[in-house]
């Protein structure tokens, strides 16, 4: 539904407004040149949703504009099947003197919905958007998430073909995100296709059929999106190091390598451990310093088999303090029940020196041991956790009955 092929985009900068004006007329150069996307190529097609990840900066919302046709490329193609709706900057298309309920006629027709489009959908744009009263009211008094309910439900009813979602989803209530996942897995069905950007690593690997990794503009990565989110969590890393040898992702994950994760197993076994859920094991984690380190912090990850962070913690957080000299070798153990669902799942480790502020990477590694999950030796479950509940049983009835003989009793019936 929307192919992409080498598309650029560079921006002008100028120091002050009278430098545009010596540009014209003295026809010399007083500006500075930002190269916002540097031939940047996917594609996207019916039912599936791609993922796009960088830090700011990276030329993520120049995309959706460039797709949106708010901005035209310098160079390259940009080829799009049927209609494309979004949410982008929040309150874009909205006058705030209008009332919701104005705005949604508005909207719609900017659009591309026709007044009688807009008309039949009305009622089901406000059913949507669930904003009571305050449909009438002026969008000045909505807060940013009202807002977003509103942008929302008109955008995802104007029928698109392929739907772009950017961080301003992320301002709405639980509930109503919720609501909006629904219906975005529910688009997603019927063949829509989807671009969307987040900050919100789980929910990309949930969401997402493949993702891209911008970094000033350019695409570093382009695959699975379980790949694509370790990159950008290699990258954040890495920004937070500056001036500090900082090694690229290879076989040993990444980080400085002051210290380094030597190896990772469960309850010592070889190969892929099978585990009947709720059973107890011990991830060992063995490490060795190549510098003496006063304190830092060793900590494990366990991820499902979509890449989604099922549970987390690490030394510092358990209130273990860990030290290491220089050439020393030590192992770390956690032992935790296993109370989740069947299935398959992954490790990951790291080492980090605390405190500093964003924590010192040392070693960090994604996928380094896979286990299998199967069914539990006692009481069945479904879901994604054990919570092992305490059920009791009791008869109304019963109670009833009790009540009528103690009323008895006082009465002397």
Known sequence: MITANNLSKCFKLYASPADRLKEIVLRSNHHKSYQALDNVSFSVAAGQTLGVLGPNGAGKSTLLKLITGILLPDSGSLQIEGKVTGLLELGT???????????????????????EEVASKEAQIVDFA?????????????????VMRLAFAIAINADPACFLIDEALSVGDAGFQQKCMRRIKEFKRQGGAIIFVS??????????????????????LAGEPDQVVNEYSRLLSAQ??????????????????????????????????????????????????????ANLACGIIIRDKYGQDIYGTNTYLQDQPLGIKRGEALSVSFTLAINVG??????????????????????????????????????????????????????ARCKARRAAVSLNTRLNV
């Open 93 to 115: 298309g909205f006058n705030p003197q209008l009332s919701g309920r104005d705005n949604i006629a508005m909207n719609g027709l900017l659009l591309g919905m026709s007044s």
């Open 342 to 395: 069947v299935g398959t799942y992954t490790v990951g480790a790291a080492l980090q020196a605390i405190p500093t502020e964003p924590p010192r990477c040392l070693n960090w590694g994604d996928n380094l041991l896979e286990f299998e999950v199967i069914y539990p030796r006692h009481a069945a479950f479904v879901g994604l956790c054990r919570l092992e509940p305490e059920v009791k049983i009791t008869t």
């Open 240 to 293: 937070n190091h500056d001036g500090d040898e900082f090694s690229a992702q290879g076989p040993d994950g990444y980080g400085t390598f002051e210290a380094k994760i030597e190896s990772v197993t469960i309850d010592g076994q070889v190969g892929v451990p099978v585990v009947n859920s709720g059973d107890k094991i011990t991830i060992r984690v063995d490490i060795a310093a190549h510098e003496t380190m």
């Open 199 to 220: 900050h919100d690593m789980n929910a990309v690997k949930q969401l997402c059929d493949s993702a891209i990794l911008l970094d000033h503009g350019v695409v570093t």
């Open 130 to 146: 669930d904003l009571g009263l305050f449909i009438d009211e002026s969008l000045s008094t909505y807060s940013s998430g009202m």
